[in-house]
């Protein structure tokens, strides 16, 4: 494969070892499975299926819309794919099964006689004076981020960090967060974190690269040759240190780059105002907004993104007093932010291009008629709306979209209301590909003697044109500070071990500007160093990181700033606070150059558009196993990354799902297996940055996927056009979790479909329409939630919503509250206990989740992996459905294959009244308390999984294996101590953070009074950007989730099985144009 | 051909099958018991420690309060095992030469700690919380033992769940006033030694609500001349009955003497202290997420 040859022709034999890793990784091995092979309806076939009787219709994936024999086949077992994998996924004989088991039957029979081993107890010499154990603490940080830091509050149990929280207090975040800040924990305990620094591949330390980098640049006098390679500065005391390094030696270099540095947006800035500024969205004022290739609800990737996504969901919660938003997305990749548009428009890039240009100018014509109506309507809606409206483009638009954005914004009358310009985030901007490109060609001059880079990984993510490998050849020193020994961190002679943000002093500006203080919250596992300390050894090496940064604050906080007060006290608030008072930015007046907007006209042919991924961004998440699983946002992918298209072109091409592919741009090939997406534009190919590591990146990110880096140019870093398709490179199964969760169900509850035919064997029923019929999904338009607004129940016209058609209750979803089953044995209104006016209120907990809010962004599900001690069981298990995930997000997609609409629902326990899982478990481990929460009793359950296939909402998982990591001593650290780590053969759930409700009680119940609404959080809760989940007391009246159940848009998934769920959904509302509809 | 088997084998037959069922039943009995054994549980066990700490010694002897050393059992779930330094606090004075205390001098100077061995220890899925039990009214006494009678330290009972749900079912029989969490000797009201306690009319934390003396208010107690007023006296033998079911918002807010009631068995002080401390109700308290998460 190409990279295994580019490998070896640079670095020569010494590493021939690695080379032979790097070949198996990056290698995409044809599988056997016959199921891939079978061929799927044909494009014509689907649309019939679609365009049939049925108005309506969800689905979650092509198979189930194929719904071909093998997928039905699939479908008749409850849990898909689980049941014939076996045990382990590697077949493991009959007689080495027995083996085995005969070995871990002795073993538990031992065991099962044996007392607990004596435990020993370590106290303190000296017992830090503040500390409580058994009680955490909290320190706020910042989480340090290329597009602007996201404040954290740190959870720490006798001082190890085990969890993040958004900073509530922070003025820019208010407490949110997203699955990047909740997962970078986990980056802090990776047991593949370099661990000392090594000098040609021998271990060494800091001291003798301290030696030898100070004299070699001393030598030089004036640092020519010096070229620091450092990633996004966005720390005020870095950028002071290299302004000190500059003086002392001006002729040595700094170059930023990062493979997604939202160069077009500066470029574009530059164009504009004749120099670097920021876009700061204030969508809280926008009634019509307009995206252009920008994922701003799709996580932090896009700057702003917390207060963003926080200020569009507000304005988008349905409220018949208030106006709704409108949001229009024209975009290549289905991203969260144009499914959860009003309107979304696919484009391949070049189009977008053209669509930009012609807003820009005000008509424009455009070739494509549907295209051209949008266009048309949009703009009027845009001009329509009075100033109240904002074009976005983001990192990853093109240059034309973000010069259409600030010409449209500055001519609506945006700016100052809906945008305002700042300061960049980044503390030395620039345009980081044409600088790396300079660098390139310095570099093969050999002008450069020492290439230092900082937390960069060039060798992996340089665009391919630059050849990166053989001009780093050609650098005699290179010096490479990274937290793995990556790919470039193997190749370099001096690797310097980086320390993790949790174990390091810096500083960091959030995207609005505000300066945080990032303390170190535990000492350097492994003693790494940060990028103050590599610059230091220029400047002064005894001045720590902490000197500096505090040395550098002055000019920044207390009195320098005019604020009053010793710096002592205003140092020691900063830190107490999580940011330094007065440092946003202030919105700076600008008045864009006219700039006469060309006439852009497609190219025809197929596009290649690069985008980061929304697990593993640019993949400096690679190692990150919480990340790596996590289903990718709309497509479902886990631990895989695919080319995107649509069937068109799958049709055109005779491509399969699943089928590996050869795609070539300018020379350069790769292969990657296909995966339909839906809503993708025609003739253009989605494929994500960031995978396809090699061996060097560590146990979790090695061979997973592959390298789209490889094909990435600097000429055009975002799209490209003029890809060949090659077919006939084998099949690839991919990882995608989307049809794990479908129930099984008889014939039975059949006969009351309306569109049986597509489901002649009930074989299925969370999918498919029976999400529709069985009214999964529930949403409106403004007018018909206007016109009714008890559409939830009553079901709307248009057939958005349809209720009680289907189901196993005669009297539909809404049985009388007797008609249970099961005698109504918990009640949560004893008299004896409410009625008496001291007694402490009674708890009756529930949830709410807004679907109107929920975009999808995971940051729930990360947030869950860290709460509650969650497994990672890699991807061969995952394939097969055994995804330890307490919570999921569902996309049901609906309509047509070109144009859908897409719906997120996040899945967890919902904690039942009549739970069916209690009721068959034969050895009680799955109970209801008193206030009713369905708990595990994880001790108690024997693994009959009879209690999974009781639920219809498939929310519970089974270790089948021992997934807990039992045995590496650095993720031990991280385990919440207040959660049990689950064995091997125990089922596992949601337990709406059991640990936190009961932390709570205890502190209420110690001082007599009741749990304050609000007082316990979720972990998912907690991490929401969007404020979409909601829980609480259903017994206090005036808590907010009663207040959202007592809403008419208030539902419960599958009401008529009289489960009677404790968590609801708020059905959704959107708001269409009319002259699109 | 003679018969294979004698007649007397029906008999020996029929012998091997009741022994065979005794068998499996003193195989279970035995089971149930070795289950319960001091050599599961551990109960009564002094296990081999650095240092033979005599809780006898420090706290019948020296009169030294639990909290000295556990400083954070009514704030944490933990109670804490102290730090070289509290040993040392006295220690670095008096048996500085000891030689039993070698291992204390031994951490101190190299900064290692002391390796105990636990005594009390719960198996991993069981979260037990200090904090509220002593907040409650649970003394330390109740599930450690007369720790203060122990010159080497040993678990008093089980620790099994049987034994928490005893409690747990039923917590009036353990309930103490909250003054008496400490007091090893406490032995709750009897005939001979009654108890008087009164509750503040006001709602607060539990720990103030109530207040109990072990001496008749009437007969110029001191404790209760400082809180100022004579109790009213014909509350004196009342009928506990009155009480019950009423919560202290039911009594007059307005300044009156504190009223104190007599108890002479610990079932009543047990559901005066219940309803007082706002206990949770037996279902709540044996629900399995109280422990288990």
Known sequence: MSHAGNSEQGIGNSVDARSQDVQVVTEIAATTSTAAVKPKMTLAEVRAKLDGKSGKRYWKSLDELADTPAFQELMQEEFPRQANAGEWVDSVSRRGFLKVMGASFALA????CTKQPDEPIFPYIKQPEDLVLGRPMYFATAHPFPTGAIPVLVKSDAFRPIKLEGNPEHPMSKGKSDAFTQASLLDLYDPDRSQHPRFRGEQSDFGSFQQEFAKAVQDTKTGAGVVFLSETITSPTLAAQWKQISTKYPAAKLVQYEPANGDAGRAASKAAFGDYYDAQYKLQDADVILSLDADFLGGIGFPGFLPVSAAWAERHRFDKDKTMNRLYVVETNPTVTGFKADHRLALKPSEIDAFASALAGGSGSLSDPDAQKFLTVVLEDLKKSGGRAVVIAGPQSSMAAHAAALAMNSSLGAVGKTVVYTETVAAIPSEQTADLKALVADMNAGKVQWLVMLGTNPLYNAPADLEFESAFNKVPNSVHLGSHLDETGFYSTWHINKSHYLESWTDARAYDGTISIVQPMIDPLYGG????????????????GYDVVAANAKTYIGSAKGGGGDFATAWRKALHDG???GTAFEPKTLTAKTMPAAPVTPVSGVEISYKTDSSIYDGRYGNNGWLQELPKQVTSISWDNAALMNMDLMGKMGIEENEAVELTLNGRKIIVPVLMSPGHPNDAVTVTLGQGRRAEAGRVAAGVGFNAYALRTTDAPGAQSGLQIARGKGFYDLCVTKVHNIEHRGKFAQQDLEHKKFDTEGTYSLAGHEAQERSIIRYATVAEALANPNYTHEGTASGNTTVNKVGYNPQGEAPEHDDSFYPDAWR????EVVGAA???LQNKWGMSIDLNSCVGCNACVVSCYAENNIAVVGREQVKIGRIMQWMRIDTYFEGDLHAPKAHFQPMLCQHCESAGCEQVCPVGATVHTPEGINTMVYNRCVGTRYCSNNCPYKVRR????????????????????????RSRGVMEKCSYCIQRIEAVKIDADKNNRAIEDGEILTACQQACPTDAIVFGNLNDPKARVTKLKAEERDYQVLADLNYRPRTSYTAGVFNPNAELA | MAQVFDRSSNALARASLVLTGLIVIALGVALNSLQRSPWVTRQGQRPDQPVPFSHKHHVEGLGLQCQYCHTSVEKSSYAGIPPTKTCINCHSQIWTNAQLLEPVRHSWATGESIQWIKVHDLPDYVYFNHEIHVNKGIGCASCHGRVDQMPLMYQQNTLQMEWCLNC???????????????NMSWAGPSKDKPVWCTASPTSGPTAQGVSCVTKDPENNNPEVALMGGKPLGNLRGMNLQLFDGRTSSDMPVIAMPASYVKFTSQIDLGHFLQDKYHIRTANELSSCEVCHR
């Open chain 1, 958 to 981: 089974f270790n089948f294996l021992l997934y807990a990591d039992y045995d590496t001593e650095s993720l031990k650290f991280q385990r919440n101590p207040d959660v049990s780590v």
């Open chain 1, 828 to 831: 949560y209104d004893h008299p």
């Open chain 1, 579 to 581: 940011w330094v008072e």
């Open chain 2, 168 to 182: 747990h079912r039923n917590p009036g029989v353990n309930l103490r006033p909250t003054s008496e969490i400490y």
């Open chain 1, 529 to 544: 160093k940060s990028a103050h300390d590599v610059f230091q050894v220029l400047l002064d090496p005894s001045l720590s």
């Open chain 1, 838 to 840: 001291q007694k402490v």
């Open chain 1, 109 to 112: 029979g031992l065991a099962g």
